[in-house]
């Protein structure tokens, strides 16, 4: 009879060692969010140094506030009538 519990555990001991393997190989590091080169670990932005990745993260980040924006206008916009109907107030 086949013993699933020892084939799961000794599957799972060759990922693991495989992944340490590949782990101890690869020195720690991120990526960028634009282009995806890699980039140092310690860095703060996950940004690269170029400019048109510095450029690009810049103008994502207006497009979003101003989606964020919208997106409570719109909110408020379709909630107040409803909520103010239910409160008792447009009758």
């Known amino acids: 009879m086949v013993d699933a519990k020892s084939?799961?555990?000794?599957v799972s001991k060759k990922i693991n060692s495989a992944k340490s393997r590949i782990s101890s190989q690869v020195p720690a590091h991120k990526h960028c969010k634009i282009c995806g080169i890699t980039i140092k670990a310690t860095s703060e932005d996950r940004i690269c140094k170029s400019q048109e990745c510095?450029?690009?993260?810049?103008?994502?980040?207006k497009n979003d506030k101003i989606?964020?924006?919208m997106f409570g206008v719109?909110?408020?916009?379709?909630?107040?009538?409803?909520?103010?109907?239910?409160?008792?107030?447009?009758?």
């Not at 084939?7 to 000794?10: A, E, G, L, M, W």
């Not at 510095?54 to 980040?61: I, L, Q, S």
């Not at 719109?74 to 009758?91: C, D, E, Q, S």
Request: glycine share 10%; aromatic share 12%.
């Open 7 to 10: 084939i799961k555990d000794s």
């Open 54 to 61: 510095v450029d690009d993260f810049e103008k994502r980040g």
């Open 67 to 69: 989606m964020r924006i």
């Open 74 to 91: 719109f909110f408020l916009a379709i909630v107040a009538p409803i909520a103010l109907r239910l409160i008792g107030f447009g009758n």
